[in-house]
Every structure is written in structure tokens, then in C-alpha cells.
């Protein structure tokens, strides 16, 4: 169990190899929380049904609980779940916890809310590290242009395609590549 705390996504994984761990993609979000220490419990928040997910602090203990029915879309549960990493790894020391919702977790909710935004730009990050991103959108264009012998990849097929590669959504992976600067 890691019980340093990482201030970029970047920093984390870097740890994270250091020690052993296999990265790939799609990263595998649930041994990040494993190793971590962090204890994720899928369950519904009967004291507010607008919640996706939420981390508390017990005992200086991280527990993440994820709504099932609201995360039923995988790339969702990861991002959820990634985000709530990011509280951990950036605020757990500035609250006893967060309880976010679809508002929380919009790039549009969040503009006004540091910690909110922190944690979406660091799980974006977690889960679609740049050099990650690099390598495969070579890969696809190379191949798309050796297949279809042409030299413009569409940019639907691109982002479904890495999309798919990394486990995200396409909004999360077009926003991402935007913010890289790769479309």
C-alpha cells in the first residue's frame, strides 16, 4: 500500500512504475486503487440519490463508494472511479471527503470549483497519460493510412478508436486529445 500523496497524475503512475507495477492501457484503474489503499464499495448513497461517487476519510482511511446503476457504462465507473483517486491523492488533506455528483463531475459544473476541476483534469490524466496517447494515435493513423491508402484518418473513426484503447468515453478522449493538442 502507497501512503504517499502524489500531486500529478504524471507523478503517481512515475511511482508507480518505479515500484513494479505493469502499466498498460487500458490502465487498470482498480489496482491503482488497490495499490493505493483505497477501499472502493459499489452501493447506492441513500442520503443523496444524485450522488455518482463519493470518498470519505475514516480514520484516515480512504473508502470510495460508487453508485452501480449510475456507473453502469464502464468508461463512467473508471473515470468515477479515477476522480475519486484524484481527491485522495490531492485533497485528502483539505476535507473529510467529497460526494460528487453529474454536476461535480461535468467539465462545465466544475469551471468554478478547484478541487472539482483538479480532480477531472487528473483523472483524465491517470487515465490517458500523454505519451500513452501518443504512441497509440501513431499506431492508429499509420494503420488506418496503410489500410484505406490515404493520408487523412476521419476524426470520428480517431476518437472512437482511442476511445475504445484506453476503456474512456469519446467526449473524455476527444476533450483529451484537444487538450494534448492532437486535434
Known amino acids: 500500500m502507497i501512503t504517499t500523496k502524489f500531486t500529478s497524475a504524471r507523478e503517481l503512475l512515475e511511482h508507480l512504475t518505479s515500484n513494479g507495477f505493469e502499466m498498460d492501457f ?19 448513497d441513500n442520503n443523496n440519490p444524485q450522488t455518482i461517487g463519493k470518498i470519505e ?18 468508461p463512467r465507473r473508471r473515470f468515477t472511479l479515477a476522480h475519486e483517486i484524484a481527491h485522495y491523492c490531492l485533497h485528502a488533506n483539505k476535507t473529510k471527503g467529497f460526494v460528487d455528483t453529474r454536476k ?5 459544473g466544475t469551471f468554478w470549483d478547484a478541487y472539482e476541476s483538479e480532480a477531472n483534469t487528473f483523472a ?30 476521419p476524426s ?23 487538450n494534448i493538442g492532437i486535434i
Do not use: H
Not at 57 to 74: H, L, M, R
Not at 132 to 150: D, H, L, V, W
Open 156 to 178: 470520428i473513426y480517431f476518437i472512437d478508436r482511442m476511445s475504445d484503447a484506453f476503456g474512456v468515453s469519446s467526449p473524455a478522449m476527444e476533450y483529451r486529445l484537444k
Open 124 to 153: 483524465a490524466q491517470l487515465l490517458m497519460p500523454k505519451n500513452f496517447i501518443i504512441s497509440q494515435a501513431k499506431r492508429i493513423i499509420t494503420q488506418y493510412k496503410q489500410e484505406n491508402c490515404t493520408e487523412k484518418v
Open 26 to 44: 487500458p490502465i487498470d484503474i482498480d489496482e491503482i486503487a488497490n495499490e493505493l489503499g483505497i477501499k472502493v464499495i459499489y452501493s447506492s
Open 104 to 108: 461535480e463531475m461535468s467539465r462545465g
Open 57 to 74: 476519510f475514516c480514520d484516515g482511511k480512504p473508502i470510495v463508494t460508487i453508485d452501480p446503476a449510475k456507473n453502469s457504462y464502464e
